[in-house]
Nanobody, 115 residues
Framework: QVQLVEFGGGLVQAGGSLRLSCAAS????????MGWYRQAPGNQRDLVATITYGGSTKYADSVKGRFTISRDNAKNTVYLQMLSLKPEDTAVYYC?????????WGQGTQVTVSS
């Protein structure tokens, strides 16, 4: 099994910043792609960003230029630096990795952006 634990959510004013972290453990393969998703109340869970072991990244259009995903392969940790936050970024943010045809998720961390 793979365990993912997120840290770093909270309440911030519009225009502010937050940094999320997600540490993977258990039978985690360090070569896995890792990513962040988010889910606002009443909405589906949407992709925010992904990063490969080699550092190639993809972003949702809504966060390009404001969010940066990165990872520390030695620590099996992925980060999401969020700048210029908007109220519409309010959601529960989930860390994700795919391994052996299974999706693994963290418990989620709440990010709330006030206007």
């Amino acid at each position: 099994q793979v365990q993912l634990v997120e840290f770093g959510g909270g309440l911030v004013q519009a225009g502010g910043s937050l940094r999320l972290s997600c540490a993977a453990s258990g039978r985690f393969f360090s070569m896995n792609v890792m990513g962040w998703y988010r889910q606002a109340p009443g909405n589906q869970r949407d992709l925010v960003a992904t990063i490969t072991y080699g550092g190639s990244t993809k972003y949702a259009d809504s966060v390009k230029g404001r969010f940066t995903i990165s990872r520390d392969n030695a620590k099996n940790t992925v980060y999401l630096q969020m700048l210029s936050l908007k109220p519409e970024d309010t959601a529960v943010y989930y860390c994700n990795t795919k391994q052996s045809n299974n999706d693994y998720w963290g418990q989620g961390t709440q990010v709330t952006v006030s206007s």
